[in-house]
């Protein structure tokens, strides 16, 4: 009998072909651009965090890699929001026809603590060597971030209508729009163009006082308590995707519906910029828009180039293993990230930048280091050997 499984993000994974795992829809259809999508957003948050670790020991990395220090959009800013998004997707594509609203209520809470303790595990997996320097010990960041937020979609979805869930966004980006311009109580200036100047900043101060992650009179945190907010809308804008690709329309027709959704989303994010800055440090609501936008018009072409047949993609290829292995990869590169700082990698760059350019040198180690991740995803890929949580 056909077996479904389910990695992190909610999307069912037909296991029943020998040659291959994809996602797949309600209807038992194959999305391989799913799988695909969720690989390349792999992809690039191992190539960006690689590069950054990389940065730290030799600083001449393309900027672009970099996440922008505070207003700004780079390369490297829209791999988070990404994984938001597919999240969303994700919950609508592997939600059950019929299924009665609350049913998995507790599946869900499950689920979402796991990520949060695997996030925990691996956001602090260096204290006990260090206890004094790296005390107190951070309690957020990405899975964290993503288990809060998939708890709290996986919820709502089933609940409510594609109308209802596009107002809950759209009143959550507005409303956090106002949020971040509320008077700060210490009587500073509001600057949202500055590092720390705005309410949510306040607000994690005041929340984690010396655990704050960016520490100071200004500090932040990047994945703080009310910037997840924004994060919630961003997972449901991508459940109403999931949900035309329910519907199973011609692929032609849902895949330039896409990408004139993200065009939208990337104009009215950069409209609204001028008054509500494109910010990662505290997800903006005009960065969600922007960085919504890219994902929307990348699942357009994805889905126009590997949906329009029900074929089984093919194992061990670079998109495939990280995407149906996402959780597996993302906790690997994180546990030999520290191979970027060695001397090693660092001998690697410079003898590439003698040949090239320091900038393009430095993409050397990072190509090696996004190999040995890869080399083991593709082994576990071919013998179906799949990371659940």
């Not at 999305?31 to 030799?58: C, K, Q, W």
């Not at 971030?145 to 089933?158: M, S, T």
């Not at 459940?239 to 011609?250: E, F, M, Q, S, V």
Request: proline residues 6%.
């Amino acid at each position: 009998m056909a077996s479904i499984e389910q990695d992190y993000s909610g999307v069912r994974t037909n296991t029943t072909a020998p040659a291959a795992v994809n996602a797949a829809d309600k209807t038992g259809r194959r999305l391989p651009s799913l799988d695909l999508l969720r690989g390349l957003i792999v992809l690039g948050m191992i190539i960006v965090n690689a590069t950054a670790a990389f940065e730290t020991v030799m600083p001449n990395v393309f900027p672009v890699l970099l996440h922008a220090k505070w207003a700004g959009f780079t390369a490297a800013d829209v791999v988070f929001p990404a994984f938001i998004t597919i999240v969303g997707i994700s919950i609508a594509i592997s939600s059950k026809p019929g299924q009665r609203a609350g049913t998995s209520l507790r599946k869900i809470l499950w689920r979402s603590a796991r990520l949060i303790l695997l996030g925990l595990l691996l956001t602090n997996m260096y204290l006990p060597l260090a206890p004094a320097q790296l005390w107190p010990p951070r309690l957020t960041g990405v899975l964290q971030r993503i288990g809060l937020v998939y708890a709290v979609v996986a919820f709502i979805y089933p609940r409510t209508k594609l109308r209802t869930r596009a107002l809950v966004a759209a009143a959550l980006l507005l409303g956090y729009w106002e949020i971040c311009n509320f008077p700060l109580p210490d009587g500073s200036a509001v600057d949202l163009l500055s590092i720390g100047r705005n309410f949510p900043s306040w607000f994690d101060r005041l929340v984690s006082g010396s655990w704050i992650c960016v520490k100071g009179a200004n500090g932040y945190d990047p994945e703080g308590v009310l910037s997840t907010l924004p994060a919630i809308a961003q997972a449901i804008l991508g459940t109403i995707a999931g949900d035309y690709l329910r519907r199973n329309l011609p692929v032609r027709n849902l895949s330039w519906r896409f990408v004139g959704a993200g065009v939208v989303g990337v104009a009215l994010g950069l409209a609204w910029s001028p008054l509500f800055p494109i910010a990662k440090p505290i997800w903006t609501s005009s960065f969600v828009l922007v960085s919504t936008g890219i994902v929307m018009m990348t699942l357009g072409v994805f889905h126009n180039l590997f949906d329009r047949t029900d074929t089984a993609m093919r194992k061990g290829g670079l998109l495939g293993s990280f995407g149906r292995n996402s959780i597996a990869a993302y906790s690997l590169h994180l546990l030999v990230i520290q191979l970027m700082m060695t001397p090693v990698m660092q001998a690697l760059a410079r003898y590439a930048g003698r040949v090239s350019s320091p900038q393009i040198g430095a993409l050397v180690p990072v190509a090696v280091f996004l190999t040995l991740i890869w080399l083991p995803m593709a082994f576990m890929d071919r013998r179906g050997l799949y990371w659940r949580i």
